[in-house]
């Protein structure tokens, strides 16, 4: 099993197409099912700050 990119663990049950992201024909990163939550988290948090709409808001209150 590949070691996640980011934190360096093991990804349990590997898949490719959950956690596998290519960068370009060559270069391809592994993600575990943590950090893509963590990323898609810091995301979501930049834009409700960037567009701090209502429903925006609300969404990340509740996470
Ligand atoms: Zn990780």
Redesign the pocket.
């Known amino acids: 099993m590949p070691e996640?990119n980011?934190?360096?663990?093991e990804?349990e049950s590997f898949h490719e197409n959950t956690h596998q992201l290519s960068i370009s024909d060559t270069q391809v990163a592994y993600?575990?099912t943590?950090?893509i939550a963590r990323f898609i988290h810091w995301q979501q948090r930049k834009l409700a700050a960037l567009f701090p709409t209502k429903a925006n808001q609300r969404r990340y209150r509740r996470q």
């Open positions: 996640c980011l934190c360096g663990k990804i993600i575990c943590q950090c």
